[in-house]
Antibody, heavy 120, light 107 residues
Framework: QVQLVESGGGVAQPGRSLRLSCAAS????????MHWVRQAPGKGLEWVAV????????YYADSVKGRFTISRDTSKNTLYLQMNSLRAEDTAVYYC?????????????WGQGTLVTVSS | EIVLTQSPATLSLSPGERATLSCRAS??????LAWYQQKPGQAPRLLIY???NRATGIPARFSGSGSGTDFTLTISSLEPEDFAVYYC?????????FGQGTKVEIK
């Protein structure tokens, strides 16, 4: 069955960096677009970034553009999110999510999430 | 940015009752709308995509309808496991956005 397992969350000071990972299994990772979606504590959902099945296309929410970088390693079936210049408003649970098909922006499987707290 | 407004914010119902949740878009999203269910401490689960298509493994008591700016998620007869928060999401325009959620709670 499809499994997505995030790691790498934690506490970071404003302006510092973190890298999140998402290990995928149970499906052909190289065939699907992959996303990061976040949820601030007690708040709703915010789409963050997407990467195409082959890594050739990447798109970002304006709130993270220029600071975050999405990437993937097909040999390791792993998705990444490099987060630089972190801000307090980046505090959230970060979910990796599989696209339903190529890049449809429908998220049919989600990981359990990893909490990122940005605080001094 | 397309704003999705969900109503009501909270729906208090008993098991076995019918739940009707609304999602209104600030401009047309055609049929490019999904519904997700989220339980406390869990990740969201895709229920409906393209306004009316049930995702894999979703029970038939969940149905979606609508197009343009007005959408509805209907749960025909609430089961105990259906009490959760429900979000709509559009993929028609940038940025992709979610509604603020409707909480379905036990009355």
């Amino acid at each position: 069955q499809v499994q997505l397992v995030e790691s790498g969350g934690g506490v970071a000071q404003p302006g510092r960096s973190l890298r999140l990972s998402c290990a995928a299994s149970g499906f052909n990772f190289s065939n699907y677009g992959m996303h990061w979606v976040r949820q601030a504590p007690g708040k709703g959902l915010e789409w963050v970034a997407v990467i195409s099945y082959d890594g050739s296309n990447k798109y970002y929410a304006d709130s993270v553009k220029g600071r975050f970088t999405i990437s993937r390693d097909t040999s390791k079936n792993t998705l990444y999110l490099q987060m630089n210049s972190l801000r307090a408003e980046d505090t959230a649970v970060y979910y990796c999510a599989k696209d339903r098909l190529g890049i449809t922006y429908y998220f049919d499987y989600w990981g359990q999430g990893t909490l990122v707290t940005v605080s001094s | 940015e397309i704003v999705l407004t969900q109503s009501p914010a909270t729906l208090s119902l008993s098991p076995g009752e019918r739940a009707t949740l609304s999602c209104r878009a600030s401009q047309s999203v055609s049929s490019s709308l999904a519904w997700y269910q989220q339980k406390p401490g869990q990740a969201p689960r895709l229920l409906i995509y393209d306004a009316s298509n049930r995702a894999t493994g979703i029970p038939a008591r969940f149905s979606g309808s609508g197009s343009g700016t007005d959408f509805t998620l209907t749960i025909s007869s609430l089961e105990p496991e259906d009490f959760a928060v429900y979000y709509c999401q559009q993929r028609s325009n940038w940025p992709r956005t979610f509604g603020q959620g409707t909480k379905v709670e036990i009355k």
